[in-house]
């Protein structure tokens, strides 16, 4: 129950496009949603945060969507670039009861030129 | 300085060995952390330090033993460690908890048991 899924592990996409990347938990608990964005060699960093009561944010060129009753939420980012190359962690916290910061699988992309 | 530096960059180590890992953040945050990773996996939390007292270690084995002499600074201490301890290991911090606050990590530490 503590677990986030994450797809697709990995994906291609030609420069100009749209990545998406999936993210879905089942604990009901969690209510923090950020994405972190890993280059090779460097520590996460993180790129955009959604909570619950709001079902899309969007921030430059990435935009999260938030599902709430499917319990899934997505990572848009538009107009790909080769420089957005990188693994993609989303990730689920709980900020009350017992502490928990759990990541998913990741999702390694690469944007070709 | 929105910078969380980690030292070493690199270590290599072997099982009777002791050792250990530093962290510092000078952003003024009060809450720091140690993750461990492994390739191609997600990090995975060990500590939380908040205000300079450990608040959740995650069933860390006692070989991993971490410390924080004050709030800039993040120790992880190494003893007998297993080659399956081989991972990168990260350090981050945030202004403090509850963690709606985002994540600084550091680059790591690349960590190979022989």
């Known amino acids: 129950q503590q677990q986030v899924k994450q797809s697709p592990q990995s994906l291609i996409v030609q420069k100009g496009g749209i990545s998406i990347i999936n993210c879905a938990y089942e604990?009901?608990?969690?209510?923090?949603f950020p994405w972190y964005q890993q280059f090779p060699g460097k520590g996460p960093a993180l790129l955009i945060a959604?909570?619950?009561?709001?079902s899309e944010k969007k921030e430059g060129r990435f935009t999260i969507s938030f599902n709430k009753s499917a319990k899934q939420f997505s990572l848009h980012i538009m107009d790909s670039q080769p420089g957005d190359s990188a693994t993609y962690f989303c990730a689920a916290v709980t900020t009350s009861g017992t502490y928990k910061y759990i990541f998913g699988t990741g999702t390694r992309l690469k944007v070709l030129a | 300085d929105t910078e969380v530096t980690q030292t070493p960059k690199h270590l290599v180590m072997g099982m009777t060995n002791k050792k250990s890992l530093k962290c510092e953040q000078h952003?003024?945050?009060?809450?720091m952390y140690w993750y461990k990773q492994k390739a191609k996996k997600p990090p995975e939390l060990m500590f939380v330090?908040?205000?300079?007292?450990?608040?959740i270690n995650e069933s860390v084995p006692s070989r991993f033993s971490p410390e924080c002499p004050n709030s800039s600074l993040l120790n992880l201490h190494l003893h007998a460690l297993q080659p399956e301890d081989s991972a990168l290991y990260l350090c981050a911090s945030s202004p403090g908890i509850p963690p709606m606050y985002e994540q600084y990590f550091g680059p790591g530490t690349r960590l190979t048991v022989t």
């Open positions: 330090y908040s205000y300079e007292k450990l608040s």
């Open positions: 604990n009901t608990a969690f209510d923090y």
């Open positions: 959604i909570r619950p009561d709001v």
């Open positions: 952003m003024g945050h009060r809450a």
